[in-house]
């Protein structure tokens, strides 16, 4: 294919992908913003003000890099997850499928998709914080960085999700049982310090800590771990899951039978 039918290709994905969360922005937009203004309310001003200070900022300073966090992986995650296995489901995947259009193109779009639901959502968490608190940002670039290669991370593991999955039921077992705990474990509402030694060590291990953690550096400039160290993290773990996704394309996992 040439450069121009692949990028028409990748943006007609990307532009479907777009038009499918704003036409039901009821449902995509509006309850997780919905959501985070409650974790704003109740943990921001009413517990925070018990709890005080925590790495030198007031305590709802300090949760909200993590939520907005929070809500940008979530929204990635279950963009992709949601639109991919409906196609599926559909079986419109197979016409996507049997297209001169490469496997890695179509992982793309989604992914690029994914992102922007959940960038969109972050940006509305953002928005809706400076009611509660006032940000200043102490690393523009790895706000930036941090951000996109998060949404980036789980817009590809909400795809490999929809590969793997083979009815509705599937598609929130992950959600529930692994993304909701490890995003509360991961730093979000507290900083590692405040745990002994050990479980200081058991979190090192949940990769969302790195996330959260490196985007607090560079909203306060205060982490729990080294924000390059952060980085590394992510960038492992992208080429890990696109190499996977990949493969399973390639495959048709979860596609031909």
């Known amino acids: 294919m040439t450069l121009q039918a692949?990028?028409?290709?990748?943006?007609?994905?990307?532009?479907?992908?777009?038009?499918?969360?704003?036409?039901?922005?009821?449902?995509?937009?509006?309850?997780?913003?919905?959501?985070?203004?409650?974790?704003?309310?109740?943990?921001?001003?009413?517990?925070?003000?018990?709890?005080?200070?925590?790495?030198?900022?007031?305590?709802?300073?300090?949760?909200?890099p993590g939520l907005i966090m929070m809500a940008v992986i979530t929204n990635s995650y279950a963009n992709v997850v949601s639109s991919f296995f409906s196609m599926k489901f559909q079986r419109s995947i197979e016409e996507l499928l049997v297209s001169p259009v490469p496997n890695w193109t179509i992982l793309a779009g989604y992914v690029a998709g994914g992102m922007a639901r959940g960038l969109s959502i972050g940006l509305?968490?953002?928005?809706l914080s400076l009611a509660f608190t006032r940000l200043s940002i102490h690393s523009l670039p790895m706000v930036v960085v941090t951000v996109f290669l998060t949404s980036a991370l789980f817009s590809l593991g909400g795809f490999i999700n929809a590969m793997l999955a083979t009815k509705f039921d599937d598609i929130?077992?992950?959600?529930?049982?692994?993304?909701?705990?490890?995003?509360?474990?991961?730093?979000?509402?507290?900083?590692?310090?405040?745990?002994?030694g050990f479980?200081?060590?058991?979190?090192?291990?949940?990769?969302?800590?790195?996330?959260?953690?490196?985007?607090?550096?560079?909203?306060?400039?205060?982490?729990?771990?080294?924000?390059?160290?952060?980085?590394?993290?992510?960038?492992?773990f992208i080429v890990l899951l696109a190499t996977i996704a990949l493969r399973m394309l390639a495959r048709g996992k979860g596609i031909r039978h």
């Open 6 to 64: 692949l990028w028409t290709a990748f943006y007609t994905i990307v532009l479907r992908e777009i038009r499918r969360f704003t036409r039901i922005w009821p449902q995509t937009l509006l309850p997780p913003a919905v959501t985070m203004t409650l974790y704003f309310i109740i943990f921001g001003n009413l517990i925070g003000s018990r709890i005080g200070e925590m790495g030198g900022y007031d305590y709802m300073q300090f949760i909200v």
């Open 172 to 196: 929130s077992i992950v959600p529930t049982f692994v993304l909701t705990p490890l995003t509360y474990l991961g730093g979000v509402f507290y900083s590692i310090d405040m745990l002994p």
């Open 199 to 236: 479980w200081q060590g058991v979190s090192m291990a949940n990769p969302i800590l790195y996330m959260v953690n490196g985007f607090r550096f560079g909203i306060l400039g205060v982490s729990d771990v080294n924000p390059f160290v952060s980085l590394g993290m992510i960038l492992v």
């Open 124 to 127: 509305v968490v953002t928005l």
